[in-house]
């Protein structure tokens, strides 16, 4: 759930105490420099988020503006939004031509809406305020091992967006144009067109198997996921005739049918007694002779700087109890549901598909 793009340590300069600038960073900082920048990192993540909550970007793609007439454009109280646009020019997102006129900076460029605006759908879902709260909960998490969405929201992460549907938006806009944006890499690398069903499980609003239709023609394709998940008219008009859109609780079913079952970015969400029980709802569906794909980020076993799967790990543990995973880790999955890890195929992208039989 979100793209491994969200690094709160992305390095920008920390040669004044909250953590601003761009310049060195890394090794070219002192240590406590560098510290200093990377605990206050949430000042930079929620000015952006300001930034791209209020469409700033998309205003000044068309010309710099002063910033009370940005204010004005976004009904922001003026002198708040200076101070802020002011730290975003420290951090590189725009540029303070002449005082108090700013430009879009090339760092602030991609926060424009695009056809496809992964970074900004993103940095929408990152720093919204309720994963904001669920992340501020770390420390509740590491020393009681509750889950920190569930002790600040009185709910699980799924049923919060069952219940908010402006987060639930917040949240499926990302999912999709990450899948959109991770498609090409997964027909890249591997071959879908000996398949005359594919049942994408937990789908989301279909980006992936909408790919997947689009290159192979003959293959049919079904949506499930949970009631609600799946926003009316996502569906592209080429594959309309070939999806169908099943809604379901994967604890409890999933639909039979397919000669290739997909969970893309699923099992992730999940700890590994919940998962196994999605994994066997999905044996139970399979005929013997299917395959299981499951896409995942790459988990190898020890971290090292600059991975990006450590990053996401520990949010899915905060939201969900979930957890990201080793090729060892998913083999015991697979195993305890009733399969057999067949091979792991790895893409030009983060993830990996790791393709199972039953046994
Ligand atoms: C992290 S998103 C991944 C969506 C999609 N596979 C992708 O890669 O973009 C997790 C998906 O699981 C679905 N989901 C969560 N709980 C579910 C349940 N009990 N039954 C079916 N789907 C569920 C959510 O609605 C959401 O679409």
């Not at 609600?228 to 592209?236: F, S």
């Amino acid at each position: 759930m979100t793209e491994p793009c969200h690094n709160p340590a992305a390095g920008e300069r920390a040669a004044r105490p909250a953590g601003a600038g761009p310049g060195p960073s890394g090794p070219d900082l002192a240590p406590e420099t560098r510290m200093l920048q990377l605990a206050s990192g949430h000042l930079a993540a929620q000015a952006i988020h300001v930034f791209a909550s209020l469409g700033l970007a998309d205003i000044l793609r068309e010309g710099d503006r002063d910033a009370a007439e940005l204010a004005r454009l976004t009904a922001c109280h003026p002198a708040n939004l200076h101070r802020v646009l002011r730290f975003l020019t420290t951090i590189g997102v725009v540029t303070e031509i002449e005082s108090s006129r700013f430009a879009l900076a090339p760092l602030g460029q991609t926060l424009c809406r695009r056809p496809l605006s992964v970074i900004r759908d993103n940095t929408l879902l990152v720093a919204s305020h309720y994963y904001w709260d669920a992340i501020g909960a770390m420390l509740h998490t590491v020393q009681t091992g509750d889950n920190a969405f569930q002790h600040v929201h009185g709910q699980s992460f799924f049923d919060h967006l069952a219940s908010h549907s402006a987060d639930a938006d917040v949240f499926h806009a990302a999912m999709t144009s990450s899948s959109r944006m991770g498609v090409g890499a997964i027909l890249a690398s591997y071959d879908f067109s000996a398949f005359r069903q594919i049942v994408d499980v937990a789908g989301g609003q279909g980006a992936l198997l909408t790919g997947i239709l689009r290159k192979h023609p003959a293959t049919r394709g079904i949506l499930y996921d949970a009631a609600g998940a799946q926003a009316p008219g996502a569906v592209d008009a080429t594959v309309a005739d070939r999806l169908s859109r099943v809604s379901g609780d994967f604890f409890d079913h999933v639909p039979g049918g397919g000669d290739a079952y997909l969970l893309r970015r699923i099992l992730h969400d999940w700890d590994d007694d919940k998962a196994v029980a999605i994994l066997r709802q999905c044996r139970k569906a399979m005929a013997p002779e299917g395959k299981l794909l499951i896409m995942e980020l790459a988990a190898p076993e020890t971290a090292q700087a600059g991975n990006d799967w450590a990053a996401m790990d520990v949010l899915m543990m905060l939201m969900l109890n979930g957890r990201e995973r080793t090729a060892a880790d998913f083999e015991a999955l697979l195993s305890a549901a009733g399969f057999r890890l067949a091979r792991i195929v790895p893409t030009r992208s983060p993830y990996w598909i790791i393709e199972s039989v039953p046994v």
